[in-house]
């Protein structure tokens, strides 16, 4: 099994700065990606910003130049850094891994239990 503990976010004034921290534990899988889902209230969840094994990067159109996605694979641990924030930054931040089964070969998906994030003057 896989667990994901995620830590960060907070309120900040627009144009501040978040740091998002997010670790899979467990050892019985393979991580194929990990990266960063929102979703604001009333809306669906969306993409923030993804990391794939090979290093391949993938953001939200809304974030792009702001936002940036790193990982530590020794740690199993990828972290969204967010920068000029703006209050449509507004929402529950979900750390997502996406993992195949050691032995099974399964793919799967876990998720991080959210984190709040609220950008307000």
């Known amino acids: 099994q896989v667990q994901v503990m995620q830590s960060g976010g907070g309120l900040v004034h627009p144009g501040g700065s978040l740091r998002l921290s997010c670790e899979a534990s467990g050892s019985s899988f393979v991580i194929n990606a990990m990266g960063w889902y929102r979703q604001a209230p009333g809306k669906e969840r969306e993409l923030v910003a993804e990391?794939?094994?090979?290093?391949?990067?993938n953001y939200g159109d809304s974030v792009k130049g702001r936002f940036s996605i790193s990982r530590d694979d020794a740690k199993q641990a990828v972290y969204l850094q967010m920068n000029t924030l703006k209050p449509e930054d507004t929402a529950i931040y979900y750390c997502?891994?996406?993992?195949?089964?050691?032995?099974?070969?399964?793919?799967?998906?876990?998720w991080g239990r959210g984190t709040q994030v609220t950008v307000s003057a």
């Open positions: 997502n891994v996406k993992i195949t089964g050691r032995y099974s070969g399964t793919h799967n998906n876990a």
């Open positions: 990391m794939i094994t090979n290093g391949e990067t």
